[in-house]
Nanobody, 123 residues
Framework: VQLQASGGGLVQAGGSLSLSCAASRRTNSNNAMGWFRQAPGKEREFVAT????????YYAESVKGRFSISRDSVKNTVYLQMNNLKPEDTGIYYC?????????????????WGQGTQVTVSS
């Protein structure tokens, strides 16, 4: 499974960006999907996840109320709507496909990873 993320860019603080990530095909099972990010010099961290059917979502505390994850399972695509962006949201955003159908924040549960898309928020 190959993942292609898009939608990153440069935006001023308070602005919005919408990321999308398309999987080349479905896996042999129903999988949750998620977004992680990595700032320069920092570990990759969890941002948001959504279950296979889309009924369950989890967010990192730092993005709650500002980010929204959704998916279109027919299109094998996951989205991340990011509003009220802050400079600390800057980083490379990665989408990933979990081994499991349930939403999970655990990085090791994700098997397939996209190449990442850069998000830069200026102050």
């Amino acid at each position: 499974v190959q993942l292609q993320a898009s939608g990153g860019g440069l935006v001023q603080a308070g602005g919005s960006l919408s990321l999308s990530c398309a999987a080349s095909r479905r896996t042999n099972s129903n999988n949750a999907m998620g977004w992680f990010r990595q700032a320069p010099g920092k570990e990759r961290e969890f941002v948001a996840t959504i279950s296979w059917r889309g009924e369950t979502t989890y967010y990192a505390e730092s993005v709650k109320g500002r980010f929204s994850i959704s998916r279109d399972s027919v299109k094998n695509t996951v989205y991340l709507q990011m509003n009220n962006l802050k400079p600390e949201d800057t980083g490379i955003y990665y989408c990933a496909v979990s081994l499991y159908s349930q939403a999970t924040t655990v990085r090791s549960a994700y098997r397939y990873w996209g190449q990442g898309t850069q998000v830069t928020v200026s102050s």
